[in-house]
């Protein structure tokens, strides 16, 4: 299920190209950069990169005679690694987590992994997708999509940086708008609809609730 969001950023103009600037991400290529980078307002644990998960365990992975659900790599120094063993064999080894390094885990990130982190704590499931951006005298507007969520959390420490001084000093709006709300089927029970209102951050006079597009 796909979410549209506009976030409206309203200022002078030296501090809307400071907001483009604290949230943009170059990538490999000119078709990766991110001009709204989630993981530039609530970065994910870099150790969390590491860890490789299969929900179903499709692949019957065997560590040490046991199937893992979780697993990583290790170079010989112990270190966790991104390299696939397949590829590196030479450089890295498979390991599975262990029941006591999985309790570390969800004591220190309350995840397992990278995916079930960004689900916690950016409220969807993805980054921002499909992200257009106008620059106008003293505003400048995103345009983006996100998957299974809207970007509320985002937002939402967008405006708590800014109150602490940590971002521009600008004003705020958000919309959010869901797209295929009334034809999407799921699978499984992992998405529960954002139940917050159309306007949340910045100077709106009024909230609509979006529980009405939940509604058969």
């Not at 040490?64 to 690694?81: A, P, T």
């Amino acid at each position: 299920m796909w979410t549209n969001n506009i976030v409206t950023f309203y200022g002078a103009d030296e501090d809307l190209k400071k907001v483009a600037e604290r949230l943009y991400s170059p990538g490999v290529t000119s078709e990766e950069d991110n001009c709204f980078d989630f993981n530039k307002i609530i970065p994910i644990p870099k150790e969390l990169y590491y860890i490789h998960f299969s929900r179903f365990n499709l692949n019957k992975k065997m560590i040490h005679g046991r199937e893992y659900k979780q697993w990583y790599y290790v170079n010989f120094d112990g270190k966790m690694i991104e390299q696939n063993p397949d590829n590196y064999f030479e450089k890295s080894r498979l390991k599975g987590m262990s029941s006591s390094m999985k309790k570390q885990f969800m004591r220190k990130y309350g995840a397992l992994n990278d995916s079930d982190w960004i689900a916690i704590n950016w409220g969807t499931r993805s980054n921002s997708n499909s992200v257009s951006s106008d620059e106008f005298r003293e505003k400048l507007v995103y345009n983006f999509r996100t998957n299974y969520g809207s970007a509320r959390l985002i937002v939402l420490e967008i405006e708590n940086m800014i109150y602490r001084g940590e971002f521009p000093k600008v004003k705020m709006m958000w919309e959010h708008n869901n797209v295929d709300v009334h034809i999407c089927f799921m699978e499984d029970d992992e998405y529960v609809p954002d139940p917050t209102p159309v306007f949340t951050v910045g100077f709106a006079e009024t909230e609509k609730s979006t529980a009405e597009y939940y509604k058969w």
